[in-house]
């Protein structure tokens, strides 16, 4: 939507659409692509700056009286020169701030402005409106997020003793909080170790309460059959049938594996880790050590170690 000031054009932005989010998913960066189409002035530069708007506006009726309230700081800009081609916008901060809100549908959007005067040369860019004339050329917005619960030697913890009672961890990123409580450990020819993992605001009852699970607890799925899934599960699929496949690790970090360009289902994460199947279609999830864990078809959990064809199946 545009706002005219003098027969200069104000375009404005607003995004919906986007996933749900938990406290514990951390976005690492947030872009927007413009496609720009033509320019008044072919191969002059023209930086776009891009602003936060602040207040509630109607794409329908808006006009340069009604206009809505703008950052006077510029969120991210961007040298566009060359026509018919997408450019990009480093929006994070804006993102980021939008779900702290709570409801990141709700936003109020962003403005695009020229720091060059406008009748010295103009780009113009491809709303949803006439995305047709380019081959799904409307605006779009790209971001990375990944799950922060459970515990990865990524991530840097306050780590705190609790005594018989275990021991509770909090990531300094999100602020994550993990207790792990030991249960029992087996020395035999097919040792174990069990324990107990409580995550915070994590209301999922697999069986042990509300966000607690067992460290043998873990499941892995396959997202092309459409079964066990949740919304966030569907969008990922859905924006990339590459991501087939979901682990959740015994302290419940989630990880999608998507398939390379060599046909291997890598993790997203970059651990080393990759999923084969077998002939019976058991998944397997094999570490950089080939340490596998096995899961049969209805994600029931087994650990094998190939090297000595040894099974526990719990």
Same mark, same amino acid.
């Given at each position: 939507?545009?706002?005219?000031?003098?027969?200069?054009?104000?375009?404005?932005?607003?995004?919906?659409?986007?996933?749900?989010?938990?406290?514990?998913?951390?976005?690492?960066?947030?872009?927007?692509?413009?496609?720009?189409?033509?320019?008044?002035?072919?191969?002059?530069?023209?930086?776009?700056?891009?602003?936060?708007?602040?207040?509630?506006?109607?794409?329908?009726?808006?006009?340069?009286?009604?206009?809505?309230?703008?950052?006077?700081?510029?969120?991210?800009?961007?040298?566009?020169?060359?026509?018919?081609?997408?450019?990009?916008?480093?929006?994070?901060?804006?993102? *980021?701030?939008?779900?702290?809100?709570?409801?990141?549908?709700?936003?109020?959007?962003?403005?695009?402005?020229?720091?060059?005067?406008?009748?010295?040369?103009?780009?113009?860019?491809?709303?949803?409106?006439?995305?047709?004339?380019?081959?799904?050329?409307?605006?779009?917005?790209?971001?990375?997020?990944?799950?922060?619960?459970?515990?990865?030697?990524?991530?840097?913890?306050?780590?705190?003793?609790?005594?018989?009672?275990?021991?509770?961890?909090?990531?300094?990123?999100?602020?994550?909080?993990?207790?792990?409580?030991?249960?029992?450990?087996?020395?035999?020819?097919?040792?174990?170790?069990?324990?107990?993992?409580?995550?915070?605001?994590?209301?999922?009852?697999?069986?042990?309460?509300?966000?607690?699970?067992?460290?043998?607890?873990?499941?892995?799925?396959?997202?092309?059959?459409?079964?066990?899934?949740?919304?966030?599960? *569907?969008?990922?699929?859905?924006?990339?049938?590459?991501?087939?496949?979901?682990?959740?690790?015994?302290?419940?970090?989630?990880?999608?594996?998507?398939?390379?360009?060599?046909?291997?289902? *890598?993790?997203?994460?970059?651990?080393?880790?990759?999923?084969?199947?077998?002939?019976?279609?058991?998944?397997?999830?094999?570490?950089?050590?080939?340490?596998?864990?096995?899961?049969?078809?209805?994600?029931?959990?087994?650990?094998?170690? *190939?090297?000595?064809?040894?099974?526990?199946?719990?």
């Amino acid at each position: 939507m545009e706002a005219f000031r003098k027969e200069i054009p104000i375009p404005y932005l607003k995004f919906t659409g986007f996933p749900n989010l938990t406290a514990k998913d951390y976005i690492v960066d947030a872009k927007l692509d413009l496609y720009c189409l033509d320019s008044y002035y072919d191969n002059k530069t023209n930086t776009i700056n891009i602003r936060r708007i602040t207040s509630w506006w109607d794409s329908t009726t808006v006009t340069y009286n009604t206009r809505p309230s703008v950052c006077e700081d510029v969120e991210s800009y961007c040298k566009v020169t060359d026509t018919r081609r997408w450019y990009s916008w480093d929006i994070t901060n804006m993102v *980021r701030d939008w779900y702290k809100t709570g409801s990141p549908n709700d936003n109020y959007g962003l403005e695009l402005t020229s720091q060059e005067d406008a009748w010295t040369g103009y780009k113009r860019f491809l709303s949803s409106d006439y995305a047709a004339i380019a081959d799904g050329g409307c605006p779009v917005i790209y971001f990375t997020y990944f799950n922060t619960k459970g515990l990865e030697s990524c991530y840097s913890y306050y780590e705190q003793s609790l005594g018989r009672s275990g021991t509770c961890y909090v990531q300094h990123l999100t602020g994550t909080f993990t207790h792990v409580y030991h249960d029992v450990t087996t020395s035999s020819r097919m040792p174990i170790v069990l324990n107990h993992v409580v995550t915070n605001g994590d209301f999922e009852n697999i069986g042990f309460g509300a966000g607690a699970r067992l460290n043998i607890s873990q499941t892995c799925i396959d997202l092309s059959k459409g079964v066990g899934m949740t919304d966030i599960d *569907r969008q990922v699929y859905a924006m990339d049938s590459r991501y087939r496949y979901k682990y959740t690790d015994g302290d419940g970090t989630v990880i999608y594996f998507y398939q390379d360009d060599d046909g291997v289902y *890598r993790d997203e994460l970059g651990k080393g880790l990759k999923v084969e199947l077998d002939i019976n279609n058991c998944m397997y999830v094999i570490d950089k050590n080939q340490f596998e864990y096995g899961f049969l078809s209805k994600w029931k959990f087994i650990r094998v170690l *190939r090297c000595f064809q040894k099974y526990c199946l719990y």
